[in-house]
């Protein structure tokens, strides 16, 4: 009887945390404008920085051949020291004028605490921008459209 027990309550512990989980973070619809320049397709990674201005974790990287990973300088100094499976995680590079759209995950105990998702580009050839664009996790920070400074004409968050 004991056995049984203990098994009842191990599997309600197990399907209250694998809801907890999944409760925890919540999706975005990413839409992201290039601006109008020249050149090949723009390697783009999303990633989210922590209140300390250190990389936390890659939300998206937009550009799926590798060897071009190392023109996202700062990025791949994080990524080099932990390399992660981000193979679910990349799409096709942008060319200039293009839109994309895709679909990243936020933890929900992220937003509101100091945390912002970083947006760096790099073209080949042509300037690298470690910081093209930032988005403050706030409440506010997630529903306004912000702006690029380099190939990134502007993103804008909504959610799902």
Not at 91 to 115: F, H, L, P, Q
Request: with cysteine; charged share 25%; hydrophobic share 35%.
């Amino acid at each position: 009887m004991k056995s049984i027990f203990k098994i009842s309550l191990t599997t309600l512990l197990i399907c209250f945390l694998s809801f907890q989980v999944t409760a925890q973070s919540s999706k975005y619809k990413c839409m992201l404008q290039m601006s109008n320049y020249m050149g090949e397709g723009a390697y783009v990674v999303v990633s989210l920085i922590n209140a300390k201005g250190e990389y936390e974790k890659t939300l998206y990287v937009m550009g799926d051949d590798k060897k071009w990973y190392k023109s996202l300088k700062e990025w791949h100094k994080f990524y080099a020291q932990k390399p992660t499976d981000i193979s679910a995680k990349t799409g096709a590079s942008v060319t200039g004028g293009d839109r994309s759209i895709t679909t990243i995950e936020i933890e929900d105990s992220k937003i509101n605490k100091g945390y912002k998702l970083r947006f760096e580009s790099a073209v080949e050839d042509q300037k690298y921008y470690t910081n093209d664009l930032e988005i403050p996790l706030t409440t506010e920070g997630i529903a306004q459209k912000t702006e690029g400074k380099g190939y990134i004409r502007y993103v804008r968050l909504n959610k799902i």
